[in-house]
T-cell receptor, first 112, second 113 residues
Framework: GENVEQHPSTLSVQEGDSAVIKCTYS??????FPWYKQELGKRPQLIID?????GEKKDQRIAVTLNKTAKHFSLHITETQPEDSAVYFC???????????FGGGTRVLVKP | NAGVMQNPRHLVRRRGQEARLRCSPM?????VYWYRQLPEEGLKFMVY????????ESGMPKERFSAEFPKEGPSILRIQQVVRGDSAAYFC???????????FGPGTRLTVL
């Protein structure tokens, strides 16, 4: 089955700096890659997603890039703010299936 | 438009008891997914259901766990004879169509004493 690896597991950045989280997936049939943000004790919330027919997508301070050949995708947060502090999860889904396979998560701490 | 609802939000059970977790999808959503999150870990898929049908239960433990999504009412995840290792946060998500974006509920935090 699909396997998603996520790095780093923790990331501490200074407010205003950029944060980058990387994920790799194993199944070349995966074609949908969402990113979720989960604050402590709260539900995961979708922040951005990308499909395999595009290489990059941007939404204000958040961008995601996808390299299908290498089977990896990344989340980029620019101009980080304290409210960006949370755990971020990447996920992958195959075209033929519906379940999301999640990475292990990255705990991001933005220091003021 | 109310989001995905789950209840109870917190559930405490003693070993050997049964746990019943409920999930009401968003209005108009007929696809429900259950995920389990152990402390400090990512979410792991358990089961995918449509109304009255289990579509994919490849992530469900073979024993003690069952799920249903009846024609009327919420989806239910049932854990019989709970053990300490069942302690986790259980999230359900719903989507309006197959392959659509999944919206998560607030989760049920199960503690087994």
């Amino acid at each position: 089955g699909e396997n998603v690896e996520q790095h780093p597991s923790t990331l501490s950045v200074q407010e205003g700096d950029s944060a980058v989280i990387k994920c790799t997936y194993s199944d070349s049939a995966s074609n949908y890659f969402p990113w979720y943000k989960q604050e402590l004790g709260k539900r995961p919330q979708l922040i951005i997603d990308i499909r395999s027919n595009v290489g990059e997508k941007k939404d204000q301070r958040i961008a995601v890039t996808l390299n299908k050949t290498a089977k990896h995708f990344s989340l980029h947060i620019t101009e980080t703010q304290p409210e960006d502090s949370a755990v971020y999860f990447c996920a992958a889904r195959k075209a033929a299936g519906n379940k999301l396979t999640f990475g292990g998560g990255t705990r991001v701490l933005v220091k003021p | 438009n109310a989001g995905v609802m789950q209840n109870p939000r917190h559930l405490v059970r003693r070993r050997g008891q049964e746990a019943r977790l409920r999930c009401s999808p968003m209005k108009g959503h007929s696809h429900v997914y259950w995920y389990r999150q152990l402390p400090e870990e990512g979410l792991k898929f358990m089961v995918y259901l449509q109304k009255e049908n289990i579509i994919d239960e490849s992530g469900m433990p073979k024993e003690r766990f069952s799920a249903e999504f009846p024609k009327e009412g919420p989806s239910i995840l049932r854990i019989q004879q709970v053990v300490r290792g069942d302690s986790a946060a259980y999230f359900c998500a719903s989507s309006p169509q197959e392959g659509g974006e999944q919206f998560f509920g607030p989760g049920t935090r199960l503690t087994v004493l």
